[in-house]
């Protein structure tokens, strides 16, 4: 995962085609786990899918893009919400709701 800087948060969204954005805080546990099953869907994909936007140095964008806990996947089209998954149930659930946003 790459993570998301301070100057171009809200930028790198609006670029990105379809925009996977993982969006944590540093100690939050569920946060983690969520995090592990993201990394586990990459290396499956056999590459960097996600951003990585931690919501404490972002206050901004979490208002801009009205999130309202984490950990959440922010999915967008050219800055534009497409979907908010805050519910990281399994690593297949995940896998199965990112495959229509993710080209093997």
């Not at 990585?52 to 893009?65: G, I, R, V, W």
């Not at 806990?69 to 995940?94: D, N, Q, R």
């Amino acid at each position: 995962m790459q993570e998301i800087d301070n100057k171009s948060a809200g930028h790198e969204l609006e670029e990105q085609n379809i925009g996977l954005t993982y969006i944590h805080t540093p100690f939050c546990g569920t946060c983690h786990l969520a995090r592990k099953m993201l990394t586990t869907i990459e290396v499956m994909y056999n590459r960097e899918l996600f951003k990585e936007c931690n919501a404490s140095l972002h206050p901004d964008l979490m208002k801009t893009y009205q999130i309202k806990s984490v950990p959440c996947l922010l999915v967008t089209h050219h800055g534009e919400i497409v979907e908010k998954i805050y519910a990281f149930h399994s690593v297949p659930f995940m896998y199965d709701k990112l495959s229509e946003y993710v080209k093997k």
